[in-house]
């Protein structure tokens, strides 16, 4: 019985069960032979994959925590030793890192900690020396994050040794950047900005959101009294080791950022402080995570610029509060909260947190008691308390006389509030008083009264009162201060001027008769290039858009005539020395985007005959300012710099050949160029803002003729009456300006420096025109 169920058993037994049964004891010779293979067979199978499976973790390893498999290079030869670190660096003790960077003329900064063992993990800045350099000479260049190292063999070590984890590298922040009122920089403004440098770093103290550190990188600009601050946000990732910039910043006040808790989320906000004077200006930003990185963050603003929600009153009171009516607008969300049934989304919520914190300042200053009276209206209008306003103003004749000058100085921001109000709601008389009385102050009651009229909603009644707040101004002696908050810069050329209609030309009073005085003569001046107090615009002008009220007071004051009406009228004599005559702007023309100057000054020298220099120049005296640093010859410059000339020599040469100044052929060798253009001048100066300058070669007709005979062995050289041509070439000898183009003739007239900013020009010659050329970094040319 037994026996037939063992063989049962067996009978029924799965075939892959068979190799259980082959690791019983075997019973005979054959049997043994057949058992000691397939155990062989198993014994190799599992080792096999025992082998995959070490081998694929270290692989892991090796990927995401190479410090954990440290200990193999005990087994490894040199070339294959594993490093450890995000850059490949051996670890190093801090002794070691500081030699390092002091051998690279970079300094060590001030350690910050990221943990709270600061021994296992910290933060290096590192800082460099600024070239060329008075005051804050020390910028911080990079960020780098290093951490203890975890190799086996450098634990028994008497120094600690770290490991570089992570590094980043900071640039400067742009000057333009920090000077915009807003921070949105135009390419105009950037295009020729220098950075500004870091030079301090520190870390945010306090309850910060995430799981993270927080640092900002701060560096101050000098104004005035006081200083603008500005820098960078950096955020330190522990999970990944990292570091990372989040954003740029400034101050105006030179406040530095802070966490604080402005919505009701449960983490705090980054608030941003650039307010000016009374006027608050919070930047705000959320920390978000990034839905398609794991562990990632970012600052986003909480922006006014698109509302929430599709709601007519929720988009007029947004745009309230874009134009600085914070309490209004604030009232307002509050009304639309009361009849909604259903809470706002989150985003909603948000934007109505920053304007109740904007409107939380206006409203504190506005319930002050100011003992000046200037102070208290502005404190009132920024507020939105219109009649409130009002009743200061007429309170007195000194409050009269007071108001109206701080009306006279507003660049906008009250002219701003009162239409926006008025464009929200028509109907309220005490907001278009404050738009008339700003008017009447800065461009007269002609103006304003033109104004009042065209307004949709305005009454009898109310058109009346408005005209007795007029009267208060006139009965106190307050003109109009028609003025620019900017000083004049125009360049132009200049061509006598024998008859002209008076009516064709715009003046701030047509009425005024245009005369001439002794030994004077009138002139037009075609304008090349004009600031309008934000940018220089460039011919043609065709976005220069007249108003239909007063056009020639709009014209003076875009041209900054009203603060210095003198222009200068520049004629090169014959011997290349220039003759100055100061005259005086009487009328201005707009055409098709041709904008002339009628002006009305001594007699100039005609230099029409003198055809070796350029036609009569008009800039005004704020425009430009010459720049003609020493010139060098070529040879003197192959002596301070004989990689730039050896490298500018054969394009020369080329440039040379191909205008047909001198006869084509193969290139001479490098020591005959240099022999032959030895004494010819050229100048060393920086046009494009970058670290290298450029060089600046004059190349006269007479110095071609002479290079002419020499080469061809002509006994007589060729007369000589075309005017001397400009070639500038970069450091490594690419030509990014020349006048030897013969289907564009020009011909660099001057290099100045304009003096609203740091970047140079050329003035250049097309013809019986000028034109302001500067370097375009965008573009990689002069334009």
């Not at 014994?43 to 082998?51: D, I, K, M, Q, R």
């Not at 304007?355 to 209008?381: E, F, N």
């Not at 098709?592 to 002006?599: A, E, F, N, T, W």
């Not at 036609?615 to 070529?634: C, G, H, I």
Request: charged share 20%.
């Amino acid at each position: 019985m037994a026996n037939r169920l063992r063989k049962l058993t067996l009978k029924n037994q799965p075939r892959a069960g068979k190799i259980n049964h082959l690791l019983h004891k075997p019973q005979n010779n054959s049997q043994l032979g057949n058992w000691l293979l397939s155990t062989l067979a198993i014994a190799t199978l599992l080792s096999s994959v025992g082998l995959l499976i070490a081998f694929a973790w270290i692989s892991i390893l090796f990927i995401f925590n190479p410090e954990k498999i440290i200990w193999l290079n005990k087994f490894l030869p040199e070339w294959a030793q594993i490093t450890v670190g995000n850059y490949g660096e051996r670890p190093q003790t801090l002794k070691q890192i500081k030699t390092n960077l002091s051998q690279k003329k970079l300094i060590a900064g001030e350690i910050l900690t990221l943990e709270r063992d600061k021994e296992n993990s910290f933060l290096l800045p590192v800082i460099q020396k600024r070239p060329n350099c008075q005051f804050d000479c020390q910028a911080i260049v990079e960020l780098r994050v290093y951490q203890q190292s975890q190799d086996v063999e450098l634990q028994s070590q008497p120094e600690k040794y770290y490991r570089l984890a992570s590094q980043l590298a900071i640039a400067g922040i742009e000057e333009a950047f920090v000077l915009s009122p807003t921070d949105e920089v135009t390419v105009e403004n950037s295009e020729n900005s220098i950075p500004l440098p870091v030079n301090e770093i520190k870390r945010f103290e306090g309850q910060t959101p995430s799981n993270g550190v927080w640092f900002y990188l701060q560096g101050k600009l000098p104004q005035g009294a006081g200083a603008i601050a500005y820098g960078k946000i950096v955020y330190y990732n522990p999970q990944r080791s990292q570091i990372h910039q989040m954003l740029s910043w400034k101050s105006p006040n030179g406040d530095v950022p802070k966490w604080q808790q402005v919505t009701g989320d449960t983490n705090k906000e980054l608030v941003i402080d650039q307010t000016v004077g009374l006027e608050p200006q919070l930047r705000i930003y959320q920390v978000k995570s990034l839905k398609l990185s794991h562990n990632a963050i970012e600052l986003a603003e909480i922006s006014l610029k698109t509302p929430a929600i599709k709601d007519t009153a929720y988009q007029n009171a947004l745009l309230l509060a874009r134009n600085g009516l914070w309490t209004p607008a604030y009232e307002w969300l509050k009304s639309i909260q009361k009849q909604r049934k259903q809470p706002l989304p989150e985003a909603a919520q948000a934007q109505i947190d920053v304007i109740r914190l904007h409107s939380q300042i206006t409203k504190s200053q506005a319930d002050q008691i100011w003992a000046i009276p200037s102070q208290q209206v502005i404190a009132d209008l920024i507020d939105g308390r219109w009649e409130k306003a009002l009743e200061v103003f007429s309170a007195s004749a000194e409050n009269v006389q007071e108001v109206a000058t701080l009306l006279q100085m507003d660049g906008g921001r009250l002219w701003n509030r009162s239409t926006t109000a008025l464009r929200v709601n028509p109907n309220r008389p005490e907001v278009a008083a404050w738009g008339a009385l700003i008017l009447a102050v800065q461009r007269g009651e002609e103006r304003a009264i033109s104004w009042l009229q065209a307004q949709p909603k305005i009454s009898t009644d109310t058109l009346t009162r408005i005209q007795s707040l007029l009267v208060q101004l006139n009965n106190e002696g307050v003109k109009p201060k028609i003025f620019s908050t900017h000083p004049s810069r125009i360049v132009g050329s200049v061509q006598p001027l024998t008859k002209f209609n008076n009516t064709e030309w715009l003046r701030p009073n047509p009425q005024a008769d245009l005369q001439l005085t002794d030994n004077e003569a009138w002139y037009q001046v075609e304008v090349s290039a004009f600031h309008d107090g934000k940018q220089w615009l460039n011919f043609p002008f065709e976005r220069l858009q007249l108003p239909q009220i007063s056009p020639g007071k709009f014209l003076w004051e875009t041209l900054g005539i009203y603060s210095d009406p003198a222009v200068l009228l520049v004629v090169w004599l014959p011997n290349g020395e220039q003759q100055i005559t100061t005259a005086t702007i009487k009328g201005v023309k707009l055409e098709s985007g041709v904008l002339r100057l009628l002006i009305a000054g001594q007699k100039i020298a005609d230099n029409q005959n003198y055809l070796l220099q350029p036609p009569p120049l008009a800039l005004t005296d704020a425009a430009l300012e010459w720049v003609q640093p020493s010139p060098l010859t070529l040879e003197q410059l192959s002596q301070q710099d004989p990689a730039r000339v050896t490298a500018m020599l054969p394009i020369v040469w080329r440039i040379l050949q191909q205008s047909g100044q001198i006869p084509n052929g193969t290139l001479p060798s490098l020591q005959k160029m240099q022999r032959e253009l030895s004494y010819w001048p050229v100048q060393v100066m920086n046009l494009t803002n970058n670290s290298q300058p450029e060089t600046v070669l004059t190349i006269s007709a007479e110095a071609i003729a002479l290079l002419k005979q020499s080469l061809t062995g002509d006994e007589k050289p060729e007369e000589h009456l075309s005017p001397p041509r400009t070639v500038i070439l970069s450091n490594s000898g690419k030509v990014i300006y020349t006048d030897f183009q013969r289907n564009y003739p020009q011909s660099l007239t001057a290099i100045a420096k304009l003096l609203d900013g740091q970047s140079l020009a050329l003035l250049v010659e097309n013809g019986d025109k000028y034109s302001l050329k500067r370097w375009s970094k965008k573009n990689q040319r002069f334009e």
